[in-house]
């Protein structure tokens, strides 16, 4: 049957209603027997059209003058029977059989109703009354509104004749007041579920005054189902609030209270204490949707008992009143005790699922502007967490990351610190292992928000959260965010000038980390502590895993600071780092290095208290090696890169060549060094010049060459003792490398001046005495003779070199006779060639000649030796007044000239004699007394000749 629209009652007499409802019956009661579900639309559509039968009959037998009893005696009892069969329909997963039970009871009902008799008693009309009111209920439930309406409008009229029957001696009361009940209650719900609110209402009120004038004579059970059915409305009116017009929580309240009304005096009904808690749980809602928060949390407290002493405390509606305290709590705004309580009743009862975790995160960020009670319930929940059970691992991990959140908005910074730490400490006294991922997020909100206080310049706050990252937490998934985590806090003090805290920081670290080492060299230029800076700097570079980028920033840093020493410390060290490649670009940029750090040490020079020996052998080895990766650079044709680089290389280290041969006491041999690579370096340039070199370049080359060479060989001569065979052997050859080169020079005519050529000449001289000198000391006589041989060929500018050889050979002592005086012999003619010898020399050389002659004491050796003793007296003759011959050199001639002449004589060699006497007797010219001197000659070689004249 439709549950919108009725049949038209067909136009039959009583009989034939009465056989067409048995025909309909017989086989509807067939077919109920049969258990085959798909028979269901038949026997509703049967069922009904026996409603439509019965209510057919009933219009007619009250309209017929003739008695039908049979008939409805009949009727009642089918009716009757079809109601007990309602209550025993079978239900399946695809029918739950509440249509046809609603089929059966409307059938029945008007089946009973056309079987009333004419005027029903007091019995008859309780026992109708009960059938209709629960069949419009039924009904209206299945939503068939307009059919509920007429069994209930039936129904009125039963209650009407049943109210208005006497019962004199109140035999029916008990039953009147109860069917009433189920009357009122069912009309009640009907014109709920229809909507029409003012008739439920009205039902309602109806029933509350029965309940308030017959409450012990209703039975237990039907208050308890009277108070479910307020509750039941007033729940569904919470539900629909903002839905249908009479959804208002107060219009709730209302139905709630009328139903907790009764049920609150229903204390020793076992099943009221169960539904009366499920009314408190809708009123305490209902209170709270209307704004009502202090009746709303009395109504909680009063359920709390109930909630403690409940097995299954743990249920989703007892989970759900605690959150709506906890939302009662927050409208009222208590202290956070209150709160902090509430929330930890949720905790106490959930069970930890991500779920329930996230629901109470959520539920925390609603309270940000209170930090110590969010840090307090966070704290709480982690600690429940780690209690041993079937808690979620990633409950754990999502509470952390959320208090470290959270922390981040705690504007009482100590505070946050303290509560993130607690946590932390927490987790691993719980011997609770964080997996990578989750430590890896917490690690990264850390350095999140320290960071973010980093570039805010608030050094000392973003310390403390990188600090925060390396708890012993951490270091069993990542075992290097600790050291990362000091490095980090380290930076933050060094930015706040904290260095001290910085250094203890450092401390904590591992030494094999250059990032570690790093730091250290930040926090002592910082401090100024140049010894510790390069110290440190050594153990970044020597860590497993320096990058070369730490030693640019280290560059910048030392620059910055003005620390001259750390600044050549690391550029040195960057230095080492290059690895020289063959497409020249690394040769570059080590010479750009090697051309800070020479700038550098000549600065560190100029200062008064610098350490100048070690500055300078620094200097003098990073010219070196400059000169190594040039001659790299020439080996792979690539000195046109660095051919700036040779020119400035070149000319600073002659400079400081130069200034150090007047300002570097001690040092000759570095600044030998220093011309040598400035020789180098200078050749080198010339032979990559693509254009012809200026003579000032060759100039240069030659002083360089020179000077590198003298220098060397002056200091290996001023030292004393034996001589060092292959040094000196080494000088030796390098003179002839330079008189080579300077002669090359002079030959190819790349200079032209005339101071420029006679300066290339003293250079050879000068050398030609150095190697003079060195081969007298390495007794090295042929060659030495050589030398002799090559400076008397020289030209008149030799002179100066003529004297110092004559010198060197007259001082050494082992110099053989033979080239002594063959040295002296060619010397003194080459002197006397270009007359440029002073006569205090030609004296003193001519004795040492005559004297190594005259000792021969042969007549080729005499007749030489008188040859130089008449020269010299030649000499005299020809002597201005302001250069004489030495006094002292004259007699020694006067003396020798005699003596010799006399063993002449007595050897008889009478012309030889003669030579001498002759010799002596001009020479007593030349001395004092001279006269008397001559005459005393000549009168004695006059008696020596006569003794030896023929007879």
């Keep these: 049957m439709s549950g919108t629209t009725r049949k038209k009652k067909p136009s039959l007499n009583l009989q034939e209603s009465f056989e067409s409802i048995k025909d309909l019956l017989s086989t509807t009661k067939t077919q109920l027997d049969s258990s085959d579900i798909s028979l269901r639309p038949s026997i509703i559509e049967n069922l009904g059209r026996i409603s439509v039968l019965a209510e057919s009959f009933t219009d007619g037998r009250l309209k017929a003058d003739r008695d039908c009893t049979d008939l409805?005696?009949?009727?009642?009892?089918?009716?009757?029977?079809?109601?007990?069969?309602?209550?025993?329909?079978?239900?399946?997963?695809?029918?739950?059989?509440?249509?046809?039970?609603?089929?059966?009871?409307?059938?029945?009902?008007?089946?009973?109703?056309?079987?009333?008799?004419?005027?029903?008693?007091?019995?008859?009309?309780?026992?109708?009354?009960?059938?209709?009111?629960?069949?419009?209920?039924?009904?209206?439930?299945?939503?068939?509104?307009?059919?509920?309406?007429?069994?209930?409008t039936s129904a009125a009229k039963y209650e009407e004749m049943m109210r208005v029957e006497d019962d004199p001696d109140g035999?029916?009361?008990?039953?009147?007041?109860?069917?009433?009940?189920?009357?009122?209650?069912?009309?009640?719900?009907?014109?709920?579920?229809?909507?029409?609110?003012?008739?439920?209402?009205?039902?309602?009120?109806?029933?509350?005054?029965?309940?308030?004038?017959?409450?012990?004579?209703?039975?237990?059970?039907?208050?308890?189902?009277?108070?479910?059915?307020?509750?039941?409305?007033?729940?569904?009116?919470?539900?629909?609030?903002?839905?249908?017009?009479?959804?208002?929580?107060?219009?709730?309240?209302?139905?709630?209270?009328?139903?907790?009304?009764?049920?609150?005096?229903?204390?020793?009904?076992?099943?009221?204490?169960?539904?009366?808690?499920?009314?408190?749980?809708?009123?305490?809602?209902?209170?709270?949707?209307?704004?009502?928060?202090?009746?709303?949390?009395?109504?909680?407290?009063?359920?709390?008992?109930?909630?403690?002493?409940?097995?299954?405390?743990?249920?989703?509606?007892?989970?759900?009143?605690?959150?709506?305290?906890?939302?009662?709590l927050k409208k009222r705004q208590p202290g956070d005790t209150a709160i902090l309580a509430a929330f930890k009743s949720i905790i106490n009862h959930m069970d930890f699922t991500e779920a329930n975790v996230t629901e109470?995160?959520?539920?925390?960020?609603?309270?940000?502007?209170?930090?110590?009670?969010?840090?307090?319930?966070?704290?709480?929940?982690?600690?429940?967490?780690?209690?041993?059970?079937d808690t979620e691992s990633e409950s754990v991990d999502r509470i952390l990351l959320s208090l470290i959140v959270h922390c981040s908005k705690d504007e009482v910074h100590s505070r946050a610190m303290e509560s993130i730490h607690q946590a932390f400490t927490s987790v691993c006294e719980a011997d609770t292992e964080l997996r990578s991922i989750p430590a890896a997020a917490c690690l990264s909100l850390l350095w999140q928000y320290g960071d973010r206080h980093y570039h805010a310049k608030r050094w000392l706050l973003a310390a403390d959260w990188f600090a925060a990252g390396s708890h012993r937490l951490f270091r069993a998934q990542h075992s290097t965010s600790a050291s990362k985590c000091h490095r980090k806090a380290a930076l933050c003090y060094i930015e706040q000038h904290e260095y001290s805290r910085a250094?203890?920081?450092?401390?904590?670290?591992?030494?094999?980390?250059?990032?570690?080492?790093?730091?250290?060299?930040?926090?002592?230029?910082?401090?100024?502590?140049?010894?510790?800076?390069?110290?440190?700097?050594?153990?970044?570079?020597?860590?497993?895993?320096?990058?070369?980028?730490?030693?640019?920033?280290?560059?910048?840093?030392?620059?910055?600071?003005?620390?001259?020493?750390?600044?050549?410390?690391?550029?040195?060290?960057?230095?080492?780092?290059?690895?020289?490649?063959?497409?020249?670009?690394?040769?570059?940029?080590?010479?750009?290095?090697?051309?800070?750090?020479?700038?550098?040490v000549l600065k560190l020079l100029a200062e008064p208290t610098t350490t100048r020996a070690i500055l300078i052998d620094s200097m003098v080895a990073h010219f070196r090696t400059a000169k190594i990766l040039a001659d790299t650079a020439s080996k792979q044709k690539v000195v046109s890169l660095i051919i700036k680089d040779v020119t400035w290389l070149w000319r600073t280290a002659y400079n400081c060549a130069v200034q150090g041969c007047s300002d570097w006491d001690g040092f000759q041999e570095q600044i030998s060094a220093l011309f040598d690579i400035s020789k180098d370096m200078l050749e080198m340039f010339c032979q990559a010049s693509p254009v012809e070199v200026e003579p000032d370049l060759y100039n240069h080359l030659m002083n360089a060459s020179f000077s590198g060479v003298a220098g060397r060989a002056r200091e290996a001569l001023k030292a004393h003792?034996?001589?060092?065979?292959?040094?000196?052997?080494?000088?030796?050859?390098?003179?002839?490398?330079?008189?080579?080169?300077?002669?090359?020079?002079?030959?190819?005519?790349?200079?032209?001046?005339?101071?420029?050529?006679?300066?290339?000449?003293?250079?050879?001289?000068?050398?030609?005495?150095?190697?003079?000198?060195?081969?007298?000391?390495?007794?090295?006589?042929?060659?030495?003779?050589?030398?002799?041989?090559?400076a008397v060929t020289s030209g008149s500018l030799a002179v100066a070199t003529y004297e110092a050889i004559a010198d060197?050979?007259?001082?050494?002592?082992?110099?053989?006779?033979?080239?002594?005086?063959?040295?002296?012999?060619?010397?003194?003619?080459?002197?006397?060639?270009?007359?440029?010898?002073?006569?205090?020399?030609?004296?003193?050389?001519?004795?040492?000649?005559?004297?190594?002659?005259?000792?021969?004491?042969?007549?080729?050796?005499?007749?030489?030796?008188?040859?130089?003793?008449?020269?010299?007296?030649?000499?005299?003759?020809?002597?201005?007044?302001?250069?004489?011959?030495?006094?002292?050199?004259?007699?020694?001639?006067?003396?020798?000239?005699?003596?010799?002449?006399?063993?002449?004589?007595?050897?008889?060699?009478?012309?030889?004699?003669?030579?001498w006497f002759e010799a002596s007797t001009v020479i007593c010219k030349f001395v004092p007394g001279g006269t008397e001197r001559a005459e005393k000659i000549s009168e004695t070689y006059a008696q020596l000749l006569s003794r030896y004249a023929p007879t």
């Design 808 to 915: 060197i050979l007259w001082e050494e002592k082992e110099c053989p006779v033979n080239v002594l005086c063959g040295g002296l012999e060619a010397v003194l003619h080459a002197t006397l060639d270009h007359n440029s010898l002073s006569l205090d020399k030609y004296a003193r050389w001519l004795r040492a000649i005559a004297t190594i002659i005259l000792a021969r004491n042969t007549s080729a050796d005499r007749i030489k030796a008188i040859g130089y003793i008449e020269q010299a007296v030649s000499m005299m003759e020809n002597s201005v007044a302001d250069e004489s011959y030495p006094m002292d050199e004259r007699f020694w001639l006067l003396a020798t000239s005699y003596n010799t002449g006399f063993e002449c004589l007595e050897a008889s060699l009478l012309d030889e004699a003669k030579r």
């Design 721 to 790: 003792g034996a001589v060092n065979i292959e040094p000196m052997r080494e000088i030796s050859a390098e003179i002839k490398s330079c008189k080579t080169r300077i002669s090359h020079i002079i030959e190819s005519e790349k200079i032209t001046g005339d101071d420029d050529l006679l300066r290339a000449q003293y250079f050879l001289h000068t050398l030609r005495v150095f190697e003079a000198e060195i081969l007298a000391q390495l007794k090295d006589w042929d060659q030495l003779s050589k030398i002799i041989g090559d």
């Design 72 to 152: 409805c005696d009949t009727l009642d009892q089918e009716g009757v029977t079809l109601w007990n069969i309602s209550g025993l329909v079978s239900k399946y997963p695809d029918d739950d059989g509440r249509a046809i039970t609603g089929a059966l009871r409307l059938a029945a009902f008007r089946l009973v109703e056309a079987g009333l008799e004419g005027k029903p008693g007091l019995e008859t009309l309780i026992h109708v009354l009960g059938l209709a009111s629960k069949t419009g209920a039924t009904l209206s439930a299945l939503g068939q509104y307009d059919v509920a309406a007429s069994v209930l």
């Design 503 to 600: 250094a203890a920081v450092i401390r904590c670290c591992p030494s094999n980390e250059a990032a570690t080492h790093y730091l250290a060299f930040l926090v002592a230029t910082s401090q100024g502590l140049e010894d510790e800076a390069i110290q440190s700097m050594y153990g970044m570079v020597n860590s497993p895993d320096f990058d070369r980028q730490m030693l640019l920033l280290a560059t910048k840093i030392s620059h910055e600071s003005e620390m001259k020493n750390v600044l050549l410390a690391v550029l040195e060290a960057l230095l080492k780092t290059l690895k020289i490649s063959n497409s020249g670009e690394t040769v570059v940029e080590a010479m750009a290095l090697l051309r800070c750090i020479i700038r550098l």
């Design 171 to 328: 035999t029916y009361r008990h039953s009147k007041t109860c069917v009433r009940t189920v009357y009122f209650s069912c009309r009640m719900e009907s014109a709920w579920q229809e909507g029409n609110c003012t008739v439920a209402e009205f039902m309602a009120q109806k029933l509350m005054t029965i309940y308030d004038e017959q409450r012990l004579v209703l039975p237990a059970h039907d208050r308890v189902v009277l108070a479910a059915k307020l509750h039941r409305i007033g729940k569904t009116i919470l539900q629909d609030q903002g839905v249908k017009a009479q959804g208002k929580a107060s219009d709730a309240i209302v139905w709630l209270r009328k139903a907790f009304g009764i049920v609150d005096q229903e204390e020793a009904n076992p099943g009221a204490l169960e539904l009366k808690i499920s009314i408190l749980r809708t009123l305490a809602r209902a209170y709270f949707l209307s704004e009502c928060y202090d009746s709303a949390e009395a109504t909680l407290e009063e359920l709390t008992p109930a909630l403690d002493a409940s097995k299954d405390h743990k249920s989703s509606e007892y989970q759900e009143l605690r959150w709506l305290k906890l939302a009662t």
């Design 360 to 389: 109470i995160l959520r539920e925390l960020r609603t309270f940000g502007h209170q930090q110590t009670l969010v840090s307090a319930v966070t704290q709480y929940l982690l600690q429940e967490a780690l209690q041993p059970n």
